[in-house]
């Protein structure tokens, strides 16, 4: 029995002993791979947006337009105006080429008017007035530098139906006489509505500007006489044209001259 046992106790104790070897044996760790880490996402840097210059275009020069010389028309020169001067001691102005038109003004030597034409024959003047108006006066009795042919030849006027009692123009005439410190002018006037007052207007000839407006009382008769030394002392040397109207619109002129005061 004991014979028959033995190997069994071998073979028993062999796996005994393998067993206890392989729980002696260290057991070499199987290497855990260590765990895969997730790559963190790479922060993707954002493109520093460089600053490229962005290139101004050069503006190209706009040609200037040429500018189209612009033609200046030479001006007509405009004829100068035909002056005459009184030549006679005095000079009617009427509204046409004879005496039987109407009287509209009457002129003393020196006054200057404008011409503007003529009548067809040459003998009368077509002028103008202070104001505007157009009156005709004899060609003897003024004087000037051009020719008469070249004035346009004026149409005279219808001659007016003659009047049972025709008006008298009125007159003026202008005296200066010497007096210290100056000299005194003396407006003498006919032929006026009597009992009246005329009005008076002294026009600096050169400049044109009013140098004097009153009135004077025009006599019983209509005849009267005023002096002007207080116009004479007041007012500066030169050429001036006095009018006188009377109240029913007609009007008398003359010229007279104002000299340098005596000291």
């Known amino acids: ?26 057991t070499s760790p199987t290497a855990t791979a260590p765990p895969s880490q997730t790559p963190l996402p790479s922060e993707t840097a954002s493109p520093v947006p460089t600053s490229t210059p962005t290139e101004t275009p050069t503006p190209s020069a706009t040609p200037s337009p040429t500018e189209t010389p612009t033609l200046t028309a030479t001006p007509t020169p405009t004829p100068e105006p035909l002056i005459a001067t009184i030549l006679a001691d005095t000079a009617n102005i009427v509204s046409g080429p004879g005496i039987n038109y109407a009287f509209l003004a009457t002129y003393t030597t020196g006054l200057k008017l404008q011409v503007i034409g003529r009548s067809e024959d040459g003998l009368w003047l077509v002028v103008r007035l202070p104001g505007g108006t157009e009156g005709w006066i004899q060609q003897e009795k003024v004087t000037f530098e051009h020719e008469v042919a070249e004035l346009a030849a004026f149409v005279a006027p219808p001659v007016p139906p003659p009047t049972e009692t025709p008006i008298p123009g009125l007159s003026i005439f202008v005296n200066p006489s010497s007096g210290f410190p100056t000299t005194v002018f003396k407006v003498t006037i006919s032929n006026f509505p009597p009992e009246e007052y005329a009005t008076i207007e002294i026009i600096h000839q050169e400049t044109g500007t009013t140098a004097f407006l009153g009135s004077m009382y025009t006599g019983n008769f209509g005849t009267n006489s005023i002096n002007l030394r207080t116009f004479a002392q007041q007012t500066p040397p030169g050429t001036y044209v006095i009018t006188i109207t009377a109240s029913d619109g007609r009007s008398v002129q003359a010229s007279f001259i104002v000299k340098e005061r005596e000291e």
């Open 1 to 26: 029995m004991l014979t028959s046992s033995k190997p069994n106790l071998l073979i028993l104790l062999a796996a005994i002993f393998w067993l206890a070897a392989c729980n002696a044996a260290p």
